[in-house]
């Protein structure tokens, strides 16, 4: 490993070269804090970014230029200003930008998440959206879901709440997109939920070869070789398969999006390259986008009950009432289920799973709210602050999910002030098939049992500290205590 004196020596010089290189055309930039040389603002930013930036932005308005190293950002915290982004300019920030670890983890950024704005992107959506989002295959998970329910209450002592549903959630991940179910070991000794969190984390990680171009192949963080390390995981794993696939291809049975895939590559009928690289990197996204981003929502919810017991009664009341207590809750009961749409709603928007949503890209130089915004500047949008925004929300630092009784706030990309899957082109794909699965899961959890946290602690003992990745999970596992509460 390089000391920190070369590195900083390293990017000290890379810096004063280009500075001397560059151009400074002067136009009007949104305000932002004062930045020092060569880092920009990279050194206000600790561990929470999501957190480090709203607070910043409360000072410097809810358009915000940031500079990381050489790479101009802007981060969006308001309603009407996250309006201005994601749908009167959606078309100019529908890109995605180059991003070091995506390269690897995804062949090329072949893949739907940080694909390039263009045909193929479009293409692939579309595929995706019909094939693996179609209600029918929701309810399929159904059955499987209840039998580890069953499972879970005989067992009546404290329970790891995130492991078990983090496994739950691969489990259905792996189902919904390759109709199979797949073992821990088939992807690596670490088992899936660490090998994808870790993808997660390590392309949240601020990647100096991502602020300073000049120096992605030095690799001075170490980064890239473990990002590669992961990716040849990945592809082994992908190719696995594939094979398993192509083997069982004739035997009859539906088909499923791997399958699709495979025989889009032989057809040649799209008017770009599509090949094992393009259903690697598409099977892979499905799984990484759906399995922690439903896992943390269902942690969350569940930490937000568990810590607001008057909450988590009128829930199980609702629930008593809709369902009565002599069978389980079905996905057709959701419609029904007011209450819990509020609390998942209320929980969003304290806790968006994906608080700076995917980093959009612009296009083209566009002017937005008088402002001049750069082609080729990262764009995040904050919904974590936009959550908080005291001008769009009373009381934001209260979790309650009666403000939206009455309410036509909705989550699904048309009200801004509550953007936990984004709006827009890029907006979620996964939406209707998350909610599903994140409400279908607590209701059954919260229905079949009551829970209590552990030791006696008190409710607001509990630990709410964020973990930041591309996906934010709690940092300490969540643990609680359940008793079987139905009748049969
Ligand atoms: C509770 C569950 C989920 C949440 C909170 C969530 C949230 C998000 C967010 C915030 C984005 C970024 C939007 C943007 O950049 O503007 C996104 C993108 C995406 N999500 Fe989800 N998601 C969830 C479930 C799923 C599921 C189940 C799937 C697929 C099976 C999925 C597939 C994707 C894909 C492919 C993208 C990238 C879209 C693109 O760039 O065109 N998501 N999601």
């Given at each position: ?6 590195i ?21 930039l ?18 929470n ?57 995804s ?62 959630t ?7 997109v ?45 980064l ?11 592809d082994?794993?992908?190719e ?62 569940l ?18 009432l809709?369902?009565?207590?002599d069978?389980?809750v ?43 915004i ?14 908080r925004?005291?001008?769009?929300w ?27 899957f ?50 934010v ?14 009748q049969?």
């Open positions: 490993m390089l000391s920190s004196s070369f900083w020596y390293t990017i000290i010089v890379v810096a004063v070269l280009s500075f001397l290189h560059g151009s400074t055309k002067k136009k009007k949104p305000p932002g804090p004062r930045g020092v040389p060569i880092l920009g603002h990279l050194h206000m930013i600790g561990k970014p999501h957190q480090d930036l709203h607070r910043i932005a409360q000072k410097h308005g809810p358009i915000m230029y940031v500079q990381f190293g050489f790479v101009p950002h802007i981060v969006v915290s308001s309603p009407q200003a996250a309006e201005q982004f994601l749908k009167t300019y959606d078309l100019v920030f529908a890109g995605r930008p180059p991003h070091q670890a995506a390269k690897y983890l062949w090329d950024q072949r893949n739907l998440s940080f694909g390039t704005y263009g045909p193929y992107w479009r293409y692939t959506r579309k595929l995706c959206t019909l094939e693996l989002l179609s209600s029918p295959k929701i309810s399929s998970f159904h059955a499987f879901l209840v039998e580890w329910l069953k499972h879970a209450g005989l067992e009546r002592i404290s329970v790891d709440l995130s492991a078990k549903v983090s496994s739950l691969t489990e259905m991940s792996c189902m919904m390759f109709s199979k179910k797949y073992e821990d070991k088939d992807i690596d000794e670490r088992g899936f939920k660490v090998v994808i969190q870790e993808a997660m984390k390590l392309a949240a990680i601020r990647n100096l070869g991502d602020y300073f171009p000049f120096l992605g192949v030095l690799d001075l963080q170490g890239t070789k473990r990002v590669k390390a992961l990716s040849k995981v990945f082994d794993f992908c696995k398969v594939i094979d398993d696939h192509v083997r069982d291809g004739d035997q009859g049975g539906t088909k499923d999006i791997v399958d699709t895939m495979l025989s889009i590559t032989q057809s040649r009928e799209t008017e770009f390259q599509f090949d094992r690289r393009h259903v690697k990197a598409i099977m892979l996204d499905m799984l990484v986008a759906s399995m922690d981003t439903t896992a943390s929502t269902v942690e969350w919810i930490s937000e009950l568990l810590k607001n017991p008057r909450v988590m009664g009128k829930v199980q009341k609702e629930l008593e809709v369902v009565g207590l069978r389980m079905e996905e057709s009961d959701l419609e029904s289920l007011e209450y819990l749409d509020m609390v998942v709603k209320e929980t969003f928007r304290l806790h968006p799973v994906a608080p700076l949503l995917l980093p959009h890209y612009s296009l083209e130089d566009c002017t937005v709210d008088g402002y001049h750069p082609k080729h500047a990262r764009i995040f949008v904050n919904t974590f602050a936009i959550g925004d005291p001008s769009a009373t009381d934001p630092e209260k979790f309650n999910p009666e403000r939206f009784n009455g309410s036509s706030i909705d989550l699904r990309g048309q009200h801004f002030q509550l953007l936990p984004g709006s827009g082109r890029r907006g979620c794909p996964g939406m209707q098939l998350g909610l599903i699965v994140v409400r279908l899961i607590v209701a059954q959890l919260v229905h079949c049992f009551d829970w209590k946290l552990p030791n006696n602690m008190l409710p607001s003992e509990l630990d709410m500290t964020e973990e930041f990745g591309l996906v999970t709690r940092a300490e596992h969540l643990i609680a205590v359940p008793t079987y509460r139905l049969k």
